[in-house]
């Protein structure tokens, strides 16, 4: 194992996302703008890690596994600190989780294989507005103990608790849905399944 630049940063994710998840369920105004400020270091460490490996150091088996469980533990703390606060629902979270988790491991397995598994345009969406909807919620909760524009904290909390949000959650988990059967079907060769077969 190569404990490179690039992995290290990746691995200093995985490091982040237990502090970041008792920051933001503390509900304390501080801990949870020092939990966006972490959510923040961990975005831009996502596109270091990664623009650092292609440009210097060069991708490996290795960075390739530990780069995006990196980013779905990350994805995971955020997601269960607002379960735990009850913005969003269970269930949902369990499925995304699931989800990537699986996907992870499908791609140790094909490498172990010799094959490799490529990212599909609605999986780099459905990350994409996992993040948007992350931030989304962190915003709300940054500015929620401020008077911002005349907003009360009762007026985000509205915002934060809503049929809007929930509906949001529907919709990623539906799209996260997707991105598992499409992954399954693609990738079906590895499980010894002929895509000509009856």
């Given at each position: 194992?190569?404990?490179?630049?690039?992995?290290?940063?990746?691995?200093?994710?995985?490091?982040?996302?237990?502090?970041?998840?008792?920051f933001?369920?503390?509900?304390?105004?501080?801990?949870?703008?020092?939990?966006?400020?972490?959510?923040?270091?961990?975005?831009?460490?996502?596109?270091l890690?990664?623009?650092?490996?292609?440009?210097?150091?060069?991708?490996?088996?290795?960075?390739?596994?530990?780069?995006?469980?990196?980013?779905?533990?990350?994805?995971?703390?955020?997601?269960?600190?607002?379960?735990?606060?009850?913005?969003?629902?269970?269930?949902?979270?369990?499925?995304?989780?699931i989800?990537?988790?699986?996907?992870?491991?499908?791609?140790?397995?094909?490498?172990?294989?010799?094959?490799?598994?490529?990212?599909?345009?609605?999986?780099?969406?459905?990350?994409?507005?996992?993040?948007?909807?992350?931030?989304?919620?962190?915003?709300?909760m940054?500015?929620?103990?401020?008077?911002?524009?005349?907003?009360?904290?009762?007026?985000?909390?509205?915002?934060?608790?809503?049929?809007?949000?929930?509906?949001?959650?529907?919709?990623l988990?539906?799209?996260?849905?997707?991105?598992?059967?499409?992954?399954?079907?693609?990738?079906?060769?590895?499980?010894?399944?002929?895509?000509?077969?009856?």
């Open positions: 194992m190569k404990f490179s630049l690039p992995n290290i940063i990746s691995l200093l994710r995985i490091a982040i996302a237990p502090v970041f998840y008792v933001i369920i503390s509900n304390e105004p501080l801990l949870i703008r020092y939990a966006c400020w972490l959510f923040i270091i961990g975005a831009i460490s996502d596109y890690d990664g623009w650092l490996a292609r440009n210097f150091y060069g991708t490996t088996n290795w960075g390739k596994f530990v780069d995006p469980l990196a980013d779905k533990i990350f994805l995971a703390a955020a997601f269960l600190s607002f379960v735990y606060l009850g913005i969003i629902h269970l269930w949902m979270v369990i499925i995304i989780i989800r990537d988790f699986g996907t992870t491991f499908l791609r140790v397995f094909a490498v172990n294989n010799k094959h490799t598994i490529k990212t599909s345009k609605s999986a780099k969406w459905k990350t994409f507005l996992q993040m948007v909807f992350i931030c989304y919620i962190l915003i709300l940054y500015f929620r103990d401020l008077k911002i524009a005349n907003m009360t904290s009762v007026k985000i909390n509205n915002l934060i608790y809503s049929y809007f949000t929930y509906y949001m959650m529907l919709v988990t539906i799209l996260t849905l997707w991105t598992a059967v499409e992954y399954l079907i693609q990738n079906r060769h590895l499980f010894g399944i002929n895509r000509n077969d009856n």
